[in-house]
C-alpha cells in the first residue's frame, strides 16, 4: 500500500483555529483541511472500553453500551478524545484513529469511494490491482458507470463481467484496454494542455480544450481525452490522479485513411481522396487532423456532379481540402453560437467554416450524424450533406500549390483555464 506521509499529515491539519464549542450538537458542522477536502464535525453518543486483546501485553476497544457519552466525531471515523489543548501557535484535538485520505490511498480504494465500480471490477477480475495500485506519478482516465452503458465496448466488458468473468484473468486485450486509460506523467487540470500523451498501454491519448464562452474564447472551460469529456477531475490518489470521463477509451488501431477504407459507407468519399494528393496527410501519425465525411447516399443524390467532380482534379481537390480540419474539433467542442458570436474553424486551405449547435452539431451547412470516430491520428465525423465553400483564390505559392502541408500554419494560441 503507498503511503504519502505529507498527505496523511496535512489531513489533520486546518489552517484555521477550530475550538470544540465550533461544533453545534444536532448539526454537522464543515471546514476543510490543508489539502482542500472537507471534514464534517457533529456529536455522536460513543462509548469504547479497554480489554485485554489476544495478543498478550496489548488491549483492545469494545463498545460499553453503559457507558456511552457524546463526543465529536470527524467524517462519522474518528472520535475526538482530548479537545482543546490550547499552544502558543494554535489548538490540538487528540483523536482515536488516523482519518484516511483518497491522496494518501492506492487507485483501488478511490474508485470504491468514488463509485467507479465497473472499472474498478475489471481490475480485480483481470488480476491487476496489485500492479495498478502501485502505479504513481500517472493521470488516470476513468470512465464513469454510466459512460460503460452507452458504448458497445463499454457494454461488451460489463456482459464479460456477468458472463464470463473467469475470462478476464490474464485477458491481453482487457490488460491494454485498461492500461490505455493510465496517461504519464500526472497531470491536474491547471495543467492540461493541447497535445498528446503517453499512456501505459503504449499508444498516446490527445487532450483538447475547448470554450463554452461566447465572448471569453480564450478561457477554457471544457476538455476532453480523445473527445471522451472530463466530468469530474483532479480526484487525488497515493501519487497520481484521477480525471472521471464520460466515454470509455477504445485503442486506435487504424489512422484517416486507414479508418475511410473499412467503411464501406465511405466508398465515395475515400476515392475522391485517392484521387488527390491527400493521401500523404490523412496517414501522417503526427498530423492531428478532423475529417469530415459525407456517407455514400449523399453522393449518390448528386451522382451526375460526383462523376463530373471526379474529372476536375482541381475542384476535386478544393472540395477535399474544404472537409479536412488542421486540428482536433470534438463534438462536445461545438456549442450553440450565436450573431454576433459566430464560432468559425479553418480548413487546411484557409477556408472558414461555422460551427454551431441546435439539434445537433453543425459545421458550415452540414449537420454531424456520427460524432468523434477516433483514429490514430485524428477524428471523423461523419455529416449530412457536402460542406459548401466558395473556391479561394491562391498565388503560385500559396495554399494549393501541391504541397499539402503548406497551409497548416500555426494553430497555437493563448490559453487561461478555468474549469468548473
Not at 497515493?238 to 470509455?248: A, L, M, N, P, Q
Not at 469530415?292 to 443524390?301: G, H, I, R, S, Y
Request: charged share 20%.
Amino acid at each position: 500500500i503507498c503511503f504519502q506521509s505529507t498527505d496523511i499529515l496535512k489531513n489533520h491539519i486546518l489552517d484555521i483555529t477550530f475550538c470544540s464549542l465550533a461544533a453545534v450538537n444536532g448539526v454537522k458542522t464543515s471546514t476543510y483541511n490543508m489539502l482542500n477536502e472537507k471534514l464534517e464535525f457533529e456529536y455522536a453518543m460513543v462509548g469504547k472500553t479497554r480489554v485485554p486483546s489476544a495478543v498478550e501485553g496489548e488491549l483492545s476497544e469494545v463498545e460499553d453500551e453503559g457507558k456511552k457519552t457524546q463526543r465529536i466525531r470527524i467524517n462519522g471515523f474518528a472520535t475526538i478524545e482530548e479537545s482543546d489543548v490550547v499552544a502558543s501557535n494554535g489548538v490540538l484535538h487528540v483523536i482515536d484513529s488516523v482519518l484516511p485520505t483518497d491522496s494518501g490511498m492506492p487507485i483501488s480504494n478511490t474508485l470504491a469511494n468514488h463509485n467507479l465500480t465497473v472499472f474498478k471490477q475489471l481490475i480485480s477480475d483481470a488480476a491487476l490491482e496489485e500492479e495498478f495500485d502501485g502505479m504513481s506519478n500517472c493521470t488516470f482516465f476513468i470512465p464513469t458507470d454510466q459512460a460503460f452503458e452507452q458504448t458497445e465496448t463499454g457494454r461488451y466488458w460489463i456482459r464479460q463481467l456477468k458472463e464470463h468473468p473467469e475470462s478476464l484473468r490474464g485477458n491481453a486485450a482487457l490488460k491494454e484496454f485498461l492500461e490505455y486509460h493510465v496517461a504519464e506523467p500526472l497531470i491536474k487540470t491547471c495543467g492540461l494542455e493541447e497535445t498528446t500523451i503517453p499512456t501505459k498501454a503504449g499508444q498516446n491519448v490527445r487532450v483538447n480544450l475547448y470554450t463554452t464562452n461566447p465572448v471569453f474564447t480564450t478561457v477554457m472551460n471544457r476538455a476532453t481525452v480523445n473527445c471522451a469529456r472530463l466530468v469530474r477531475f483532479d480526484e487525488e490518489t497515493c501519487g497520481s490522479v484521477v480525471h472521471e470521463i464520460d466515454k470509455v477509451l477504445d485503442v486506435p488501431k487504424t489512422n484517416l485513411m486507414e479508418a475511410l477504407s473499412a467503411n464501406p459507407d465511405y466508398s465515395m468519399f475515400q476515392r475522391m481522396v485517392s484521387l488527390t494528393n491527400l493521401t500523404e496527410l490523412l496517414t501522417s501519425p503526427d498530423s492531428g487532423l478532423t475529417l469530415l465525411v459525407p456517407k455514400n447516399d449523399v453522393f449518390l443524390e448528386v451522382d451526375s456532379w460526383y462523376q463530373e467532380t471526379l474529372q476536375n482534379q482541381d475542384e476535386l481537390e478544393r472540395i477535399i481540402r474544404a472537409h479536412v480540419l488542421p486540428n482536433v474539433i470534438c463534438c462536445t467542442g461545438i456549442v450553440p453560437s450565436e450573431w454576433p458570436f459566430v464560432r468559425t474553424t479553418e480548413t487546411i486551405s484557409g477556408h472558414q467554416l461555422k460551427l454551431n449547435r441546435n439539434r445537433r452539431p453543425q459545421v458550415q451547412n452540414a449537420g454531424i450524424t456520427k460524432c468523434d470516430v477516433v483514429a490514430r491520428n485524428g477524428i471523423i465525423h461523419e455529416i449530412n450533406d457536402v460542406i459548401n465553400v466558395q473556391p479561394k483564390r491562391t498565388s503560385s505559392t500559396g495554399a494549393g500549390s501541391g504541397n499539402p502541408f503548406e497551409s497548416f500554419g500555426s494553430i497555437t494560441r493563448p490559453l487561461t483555464f478555468w474549469f468548473k
